[in-house]
């Protein structure tokens, strides 16, 4: 900005012993920084300055696009389990935002011009679209206060934002992918509900039970018994939208791909055919309720926690409520839900297969 020349930014927090950072995800921006609560003014006259007065710079941009294109080499094009998951997405979603990566497109990443920054700016950095999170040792009238100050003058804008639809899945998808890898791989993505939906948590719990713990039934049977597989793991990717859950495992050899997902599928069926065990589901529902309880001790995860679940579901309070479901759950509740998802019809896969020379 004018006020904050390249670099400026840095050398003001450091100087008061601060640190800073910025992430993107599919439908959000997130600009941090801790400092001493001394210097909470400091914050936020940057914030405020950020969210107005930003000079776009063409020479800027391009070797900022340059940086980013260096970016998406290494930690897409470059790495053969996210390349591999970017190219399962793209079938899954077409027509939506996660069809790629949250780096998004090579093409896209080149076309980008000024003008659509510019237009991007002035659209989204609007008091309205934001969520200001302060924590810490701070008195909420003086953060009243400062945040009056210095965005008290901005006006809201109507936001112009595109539809983030996620189409509705009629059949099984598989999709073969031969890639420059010594092992394959087999990617699943399961279609789930938006992240506030109370079935999101118990979708969490599922996952721990089915494949992430080392007492999970892939692993147990598919890893240490029948020696189907060498890794597996899954993860739910929660959004204000419908996202997906993902699991993933690496065959032991090229000719065990086939086997190795019959045998998922095998075990996905007695779970949701013949229950899990009071001792499974309690143990994963106490690891659960430990990580949201353990969750609320760190200042930084609970701020980003409550901030975020403000901004998606407009529910700062999201997490005492997962509490309380989580209490109300039981291995019934759990087993119903995973045979609502966890159906081929509802999912899309993709199987890496090591190019031969």
Known sequence: TESLPKGRLEE????????????????????????????????????????????????????????IRQERRSSVENNVVTAGLEKIQAKAFPASGLNHQVIGWLEDINRISVEDLKRHYENYYAPNNAVLVVAGDVDVG??????????????????????????????????????????????????????????????????????????????????NKENLILEAGA???????????????????????????????????????????AEEFQTVKKATEKKLIFAQWEIESMAY????????????????????????LTAEDLVAIAGKYFLKDNRTVGNIIPVKE
Request: glycine residues 4%.
């Open 12 to 67: 003001l927090i450091k100087s008061v012993g601060g640190q800073y950072n910025a992430w993107t995800s599919y439908d959000y921006t997130c600009y941090y920084s801790q400092v001493p609560s001394s210097k909470l003014e400091l914050v936020m006259a940057i914030e405020a300055d950020r969210m107005a007065n930003l000079k776009l710079d063409p020479e800027e941009i391009e070797r900022e696009r340059e940086v």
């Open 235 to 277: 993860g739910l990717y929660n959004l204000r939208v419908p996202g997906y859950a993902l699991v993933y495992f690496v065959p032991a050899d090229e000719s065990l791909v086939e086997e190795a997902r019959e045998a998922f599928d095998r075990e996905v069926a007695r779970i949701i055919n013949e229950g899990i065990t």
């Open 305 to 328: 926690e409550i901030g975020l679940n403000q901004l998606s579901y407009n529910n700062p309070e999201l997490y005492k409520e997962q509490l309380i479901y989580l209490n109300q």
């Open 142 to 223: 003086e953060v009243k206060a400062l945040t009056e100050k210095y965005f008290g003058a901005y006006e809201r804008r109507e936001i112009k934002r595109p539809l983030f639809v996620v189409d509705r899945q009629e059949a099984e998808i598989v999709e073969e992918f031969k890639m420059y890898t010594n092992i394959p791989i087999t990617f699943m993505l399961y279609k789930t509900p938006a992240g506030n939906h109370p079935d999101a948590l118990a979708l969490e719990i599922f996952l721990d039970i089915l494949v992430n713990n080392q007492s999970s039934r892939v692993k147990q049977e598919l890893q």
